[in-house]
C-alpha cells in the first residue's frame, strides 16, 4: 500500500475506485463501504485507494473540540493495511483547502489529482467551501470530468444507521461490549510513554503515564485493558482521569501493566479498553486508595 501526502500519484494508480471519507475509527460501516469498492475495482481490474483528511475537518473548523477522534492517523493507516488497499491519498486539511469550492473539489482532487473512474462516498457526502457540495454536485460533472458516482447503502445497528458518532456517545457512556460490537475489534489508543510523579511506584503500583491528546474522551474511572508493544502483549488495569484523591488538574492515563517491571518511558503503547471496572472517586487517603486498587486488579485479572 503507498501513501500520497501530497497531488502526484503514480500513473497506475490513476482510473482506479476510490472511497473518499474521514473513516474516523474505520468501523463496520467503513468496511462496508471499503469492500463494496474493493469488490468493484477486482471486476473491473482496476487499483483501489482512499482518500481521507487531515485534521479532522470538524476539528480544524472548531478549535475547542479538543477530544473527538477514534483513532489517530497512525492506527486509521494500520486499519487501510488489513482491508488491503492499494494506496491512501491523505489530504492536508488547511485554510486553502477549506476554501476549495465543490466544483474545484471536483476538478482538482477527483479529476486532476486523481483521474478516477469510480467514487464511492456515502449519502450524506458534503464537501468544498462551506460544504456546499453533495451527491447532486458529484452527479452532476459525472459526464464532464469522467468519472461514476456510487453511493453506499449505510450499515443500520437497530434499525439505526452506524456512524462513527454512534460510536463516540458509546465510547463516552463506557458502553465497550456496543463499541466492540460497532468496530469489529476493541477500542484502543496509542500513545508515548511520559514521566509522572512516580506516585503509583510508591504505593506498590507502578504506572506508564500516557497523555490522552486528541482522542474523545471515555467515561472517567477504571479499566481492564489489553497493552502492546512491538515486544509484548499483556493484560493491565488504566486509569483515566485527573486523579482527585491527589488533586490533579491534567487528563492523564495510568496503565499498570501485570507481570511487566521494566521501564517503559518513551514507548509508544496501544491501550486497548476491555472493560470499565468502576467510575472516578476522591479516597480520604492513600491507604484506602491502595485497597480499592487491590479490589479493581483482582476484577481486571477475571
Not at 27 to 36: C, E, I, M, W, Y
Not at 103 to 125: A, R
Not at 201 to 211: D, S
Amino acid at each position: 500500500m503507498i501513501i500520497y501526502k501530497n497531488s502526484k500519484i503514480n500513473k497506475k494508480f490513476k482510473r482506479s475506485v476510490i472511497a473518499i471519507g474521514n473513516f474516523d475509527g474505520l468501523h463496520l460501516g467503513h468496511k462496508k463501504v471499503l469492500n463494496q469498492a474493493k469488490l468493484k475495482a477486482k471486476k473491473n481490474k482496476i487499483k483501489f485507494g482512499v482518500v481521507t483528511f487531515e485534521p479532522v475537518p470538524v476539528m480544524f473548523f472548531n478549535n475547542k473540540i479538543k477530544n473527538h477522534r477514534i483513532n489517530n492517523l497512525e492506527q486509521k493507516i494500520l486499519f487501510f493495511k488489513k482491508a488491503k488497499l492499494d494506496f491512501i491519498r491523505i489530504i492536508k486539511f488547511n485554510k486553502n483547502f477549506s476554501k476549495l469550492t465543490p466544483e474545484k473539489f471536483i476538478k482538482n482532487i477527483i479529476y486532476k489529482n486523481l483521474n478516477c473512474k469510480f467514487v464511492y462516498v456515502s449519502k450524506n457526502f458534503k464537501f468544498g467551501n462551506k460544504r456546499k457540495g453533495n451527491i447532486s454536485t458529484l452527479k452532476k460533472y459525472e459526464k464532464f470530468f469522467s468519472y461514476k458516482t456510487i453511493i453506499s447503502k449505510p450499515l443500520k445497528r437497530n434499525n439505526k444507521v452506524l456512524s462513527s458518532s454512534i460510536i463516540r456517545k458509546k465510547i463516552s457512556n463506557a458502553q465497550l461490549g456496543k463499541v466492540k460490537l460497532f468496530l469489529g475489534r476493541n477500542w484502543s489508543i496509542e500513545g508515548r510513554v511520559v514521566k509522572g510523579k512516580k506516585r503509583g511506584r510508591k504505593i506498590g503500583f507502578p504506572t506508564c503515564n500516557i497523555k490522552f491528546r486528541d482522542y474523545v474522551m471515555p467515561k472517567l474511572g477504571v479499566y481492564s485493558v489489553m497493552v502492546k508493544t512491538n515486544n509484548f502483549k499483556k493484560k493491565g488495569i488504566a486509569n483515566i482521569g485527573y486523579r482527585p484523591t491527589f488533586n490533579g488538574s491534567s487528563l492523564l492515563l495510568e496503565v499498570n501493566i501485570f507481570g511487566i517491571k521494566k521501564n517503559l518511558y518513551k514507548k509508544v503503547l496501544e491501550v486497548s479498553f476491555l472493560r470499565f471496572i468502576r467510575g472516578e472517586k476522591k479516597f480520604a487517603n492513600i491507604n484506602e486508595l491502595k485497597k480499592q486498587i487491590q479490589k479493581d486488579i483482582k476484577k481486571a485479572k477475571k
